[in-house]
């Protein structure tokens, strides 16, 4: 089920007409279905109903305060990589008891800032890492509830960037040394180990390495428990894949049954860090057609928005669908086109060789499957304002991060002395 529907010829999310959203709002911008947020993260939660599961959202995907207060309402934890995310989730009240911080370059000065906040869990990658949290909890004089990440050697079968569990990805304590590593890190004086984590890729859309992966980990957990160490928690990462053209990604029911046969025997806490299953299609990135132009070979629909403020096409050569805001007539027939941004780069195409209704300067086209990795991963680049988003409840819209003047994006910037700065 689709919030993005045509009522009477124009695209709405829920009851809100897009093109009011842009006449009061501008374009480029990204809008949110409140309503397709809270749908996925209860599908997600009732597969997990009867699991000792923790739900941590994992705010990378999108990490908009409002996106993150409505999951927390729903009694969401967090997945955080940095002290801003952090301070993101904590400042919409999620419980630091809710709270998993992973990525492979904490800083000490995250360390400590987590520390004090009291958080559930850090996913540890490396043993400097691990000596690191150790000497900051100390000085702290508190424990750091541990869990090892490991890298099981597993290929998730996903794009080349967004896989993370091969042997020669940066992330995770290779499988070989994982043993040695949990027993340096029980011997530390400030560390608590509490279990294990993984996290092989995003955007997965075959079950079988979630499988072998989480085999790998119960294996592992077995072999310290008959170690004589407790393993109380298994933190399985994210990445379930969502259908942005015509993958078939794994029903959420079988996905949680693998979890279920897995690790059924241990009896221990589970964690989840799903990102793009939860907030993926509940977003769009709407934008305005500024020209339409004739190439040697193509026809280029040049839109307003850009590889800066959308950048998974140009990256990952992501597919991202495309609808008119207006619903076609069927007048004429369709043409094939690339949707452009203005940025300077040959690689700022939004999506290549589309079939469309035929588009003029001054008409709204949405691209869809927008609500992970699109906000925030876009830039100022050609210093172009960061792109606003807005979130729709019902019949109502709000904006819940505007776009920033010229003057705020010039503002951080300054001149020194000798060239005529303040100083001179
Ligand atoms: N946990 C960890 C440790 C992660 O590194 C990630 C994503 C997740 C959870 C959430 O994964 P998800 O459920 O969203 O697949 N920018 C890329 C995706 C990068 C994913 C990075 N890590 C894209 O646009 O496809």
Known sequence: MTPFTYRSGALHVEEVPIARIAAEVGTPVYCYSAAALRRQWRLFADAFADMPVTICYSLKANSNLSVIKIFAELGAG???????????????????????????????????????AGILQFNVESEPELEALNAEAAALGVLAPVALRINPGIDAKTHAKIATGKAEAKFGIPWERAEAVYAQASALAHIRPVGLDIHIGSQLTDLSPFAAAFQRIVELARKLRTAGYEVPRLDLGGG???????????????????VRRSTSDLGCEIVLEPGRALVGNAGILVSEVLYVKTGATKTFVIVDAAMNDLIRPSFYEAYHGVMPVAAADGAAPPTRVDFVGPVCETGDVLASDRLTPPLAAGDLVAFLSAGAYGAVMASTYNTRPLVPEVLVDGARFAVIRRRPSYDELLAIE???????????
């Open 240 to 258: 379930l894949g969502i259908s942005y053209r015509d993958e078939v990604p794994p029903e959420l029911m079988a996905y949680a049954e693998i």
């Open 78 to 116: 967090v997945d955080v990589v940095s002290e801003g995310e952090l301070r993101r989730a904590l400042k919409v009240g999620v419980p630091p008891s809710r709270i998993v911080f992973s990525g492979v370059g904490k800083t000490r000065a995250e360390m400590r800032h987590a520390l004090e």
């Open 414 to 424: 300054s001149l020194p002395d000798w060239l005529g700065g303040p100083g001179g």
